[in-house]
């Protein structure tokens, strides 16, 4: 047990370190040396963990997924939530920071970007396929083409923040934006009782399930 925890505290080492290289340096000028000495471990300790830069991009990656957030009855307000509570841990977690940025990069030609995209697109169907057969949605609503919308607004939405002021207002943007989204596409009685607040992320955190240190949640299928 003391030699797996030592391990899953490695890992989330070495993500952090990548994390933060990735951040100030961009994926491409990024090096594996570079990393190891922010991280402080050996090159076998890191390949144990992963073979190459791009598998370490995709760790990163997956921290946007990180958490399991507790279930609701209502598997939009399940969506709200996600988009609130990444929007908070934007502000307040490196890793994630440079996992959207890795996203955003147009210059790290080498890194397939569109798989931090299809895990967030893919996380978003099921939500809302679950919330079309509970009959949450509008009868004429696509839920892979409003997949794809939310993934684009938000990534719009805080890139505009990001630009704006560093992300300090990114909450009640994303809030703006769930305003305007969900009427379109949310049958009224339930939309009537979705929480979409600025508070909503933390009473939300605050009871989400505790995840191991290093800990990451595989993309849904």
């Not at 958490?67 to 977690?93: N, T």
């Not at 409003?146 to 909450?171: I, K, M, P, Y």
Request: charged letters at 25%; glycine letters at 6%; a negative charge.
């Amino acid at each position: 047990m003391a030699r797996q925890q030592r391990a899953i505290r490695t890992r989330r080492t070495i993500l952090e370190a990548a994390a933060a290289v990735f951040d100030e340096r961009g994926y491409t000028s990024a090096t594996i040396g570079e990393i190891l000495d922010r991280a402080g471990v050996t090159k076998g300790a890191l390949y144990f963990h992963f073979g190459s830069k791009e598998e370490l991009a995709i760790g990163v990656f997956e921290e946007q997924l990180a958490i399991p957030l507790p279930p609701q009855s209502s598997k939009l307000q399940e969506l709200v939530d996600s988009g609130l509570v990444l929007a908070r841990r934007l502000r307040s977690e490196p890793l994630v920071r440079a996992s959207v940025g890795l996203a955003l990069d147009q210059g790290a030609m080498d890194l397939d970007r569109a798989q931090a995209f299809g895990m967030w697109f893919e996380q978003n169907v099921q939500r809302l396929a679950e919330a079309k057969a509970q009959g949450e949605l509008l009868q004429h609503v696509d839920v892979a083409e409003t997949a794809e919308l939310l993934v684009g607004s938000f990534s719009g939405v805080q890139l505009l923040s990001q630009l704006r002021c560093q992300r300090r207002d990114l909450e009640r943007r994303v809030v703006v934006m769930f305003e305007h989204f969900l009427p379109s596409i949310c049958v009224p009685a339930v939309l009537a009782r979705l929480d979409v607040s600025v508070e909503r992320a933390e009473r939300v955190l605050a009871e989400a399930p505790e995840v191991g240190e290093g800990q990451v949640l595989p993309a849904p299928a």
